[in-house]
């Protein structure tokens, strides 16, 4: 069965200072790996990998993936109070089931 | 572009009622996933259509179906509510190869 840990489970830092978010995986048959931004109900797409060691990135974050490892990083710098939220990561197509892991709880102190 | 869209917004059923959750596509998208959230949970998998056809299921009982439409847009039906089905549902919709993007959800709960 595909399995997805995200870790930490939870993350309070104050505005500015830069996080890390880590995910693994185990998966019988790797397609992409997708992060999602979840502040309310909607998951927003952030990021979808699918290439070893080739990053990607948009304003203050980036996420770069490691196959050998069978894992992923979410970074953000610079951290705002709007940057609160739940971070899902999640393995799978777009024509296929996405498996979730059980997201870390972001939160900014201002 | 109109994005995903997903009605009730919420729900509140008794135990052994039945519930109708809707989902619309985004604009161009063939295909549709569901997905239930528990409190603390991520979402997990309940199945989806592409071109109105079942493509895949996750470990979830006969009594949650499925449908989809050929304008894309989905239904999904729960017969004889539990408790435990309380939880966000959440829809998704994408374009075969492409990431999937997700409804705002309907909040569901079971008394």
């Known amino acids: 069965e595909d399995k997805v840990v995200q870790s930490p489970l939870s993350l309070v830092v104050h505005e500015g200072d830069t996080v890390t978010l880590n995910c693994s995986y185990e998966v019988t048959n790797f397609r992409s790996l997708l992060w999602y931004k979840q502040e309310k109900k909607a998951p927003t797409f952030l990021f979808m990998l699918t290439s070893s060691g080739i990053e990607k990135k948009s304003g203050r974050l980036s996420s770069i993936l490691d196959k050998k490892e069978l894992s992923s990083i979410l970074n953000i710098t610079a951290t705002q109070t709007g940057d609160s939220a739940i971070y899902l990561c999640a393995v799978g197509f777009g024509n296929e089931k996405l498996t979730f892991g059980t997201g870390t709880r972001l939160t900014i102190i201002p | 572009e109109t994005g995903v869209t997903q009605s009730p917004t919420h729900l509140i059923k008794t135990r052994g009622q039945q519930v109708t959750l809707r989902c619309s596509s985004q604009?161009?998208?063939?295909?549709v996933s569901w997905y239930q959230q528990a409190l603390g949970q991520g979402p997990q998998f309940i199945f989806q259509?592409?071109?109105?056809?079942?493509?895949g299921r996750g470990n979830f009982p006969p009594r949650f179906s499925g449908l989809q439409f050929p304008n894309y847009s989905s239904e999904l039906n729960v017969n004889a509510l539990e408790l435990d089905d309380s939880a966000l549902y959440l829809c998704?919709?994408?374009?075969?190869?492409?990431?999937?993007?997700f409804g705002p959800g309907t909040r569901l709960t079971v008394l």
């Open positions: 998704a919709s994408s374009l075969f190869y492409n990431e999937q993007f």
């Open positions: 259509y592409y071109r109105e056809e079942e493509n």
């Open positions: 604009s161009g998208h063939n295909t």
